[in-house]
């Protein structure tokens, strides 16, 4: 397993922040601090993904894709940022901590859901823009 944790319990989430664990995670972290009953689950941190994208090298190829987006080319541009994160290797110890908080579960089937940093705040909407399985 990684020294440093990069997947969190809902339960382990006493301080969340939005900006570590996105809106759904942050907004299910509250409701459990506050003594809602809350289906089991766990929140892969944006720390995670950083660690991806640094596993990957693949941040400059990003940025430079990132800075030749206009008007004309957008669609284009983001299936190519979408293509490098896809094609991506994950870390061992990523998937083994995923693996391990699976296995904790006692439901027979889950629900993965998307949650942005900055999901639906006044500069950015994310709504149905990411996969739900």
Do not use: W
Request: aromatic share 8%.
């Amino acid at each position: 397993m990684c020294n440093m944790t990069v997947i969190k319990s809902l339960t382990e989430l006493k301080d969340p922040k939005i900006s570590e664990v996105g809106g759904k995670g942050y907004s299910l972290a509250v409701l459990i601090n506050n003594g809602f009953n809350v289906p089991q689950g766990f929140v892969i941190t944006s720390d995670a993904f950083f660690k991806f994208i640094k596993y990957n090298n693949i941040i400059e190829r990003i940025e430079k894709l990132a800075s030749e987006i206009d008007e004309n080319n957008f669609e284009k541009k983001s299936k190519e940022i979408r293509g490098l994160i896809l094609d991506g290797k994950m870390p061992e110890d990523i998937a083994s901590e995923i693996e391990e908080h699976l296995n904790k579960l006692t439901a027979q089937y889950v629900s993965i859901r998307s949650s942005a940093v900055s999901e639906d705040s006044l500069k950015a909407s994310f709504a149905g823009l990411h996969d739900t399985f």
